[in-house]
């Protein structure tokens, strides 16, 4: 059973940072690009980042470009969300998200999702 279990997330204010990370059970991790998505309240899910099964390539929304940065370990199997320069408007319920081979920008092309960490910027 494949399992994507995130951490990290928390209480910050505006300007400061957080590290998400993402633990995948997949035997095959390094097969996998992964991807980070995002929730707010009353919103669609939206894409922020991925990245390629060899860390090679990296993808990322414009609203975070220069401030977020996605990588992996494929030894830990284990994908990172470094955040910087928070702003309230990240505020949102963080997944990630993996699917074999490519990486994609929309919810529906990831086959496993974890169940969310919440990160929360004040103001």
């Known amino acids: 059973q494949v399992q994507l279990v995130e951490s990290g997330g928390g209480l910050v204010q505006a300007g400061g940072s957080l590290r998400l990370s993402c633990a995948a059970s997949?035997?095959?991790?390094?097969?996998?690009?992964m991807g980070w998505f995002r929730q707010a309240p009353g919103k669609e899910r939206e894409f922020v980042a991925t990245?390629?099964?060899?860390?090679?390539?990296?993808y990322y929304t414009d609203s975070v470009k220069g401030r977020f940065t996605i990588s992996r370990d494929n030894a830990k199997n284990t994908v990172y969300l470094q955040m910087n320069s928070l702003k309230p408007e990240d505020t949102a319920v963080y997944y990630c998200?993996?699917?074999?081979?490519?990486?994609?920008?929309?919810?529906?092309?990831?086959?496993?999702w974890g169940q969310g960490t919440q990160v929360t910027v004040s103001s």
């Open positions: 998200a993996a699917r074999e081979k490519f990486i994609a920008t929309l919810p529906l092309e990831y086959d496993y």
């Open positions: 990245i390629s099964w060899s860390g090679g390539t990296t």
């Open positions: 997949l035997r095959t991790f390094s097969r996998y690009a």
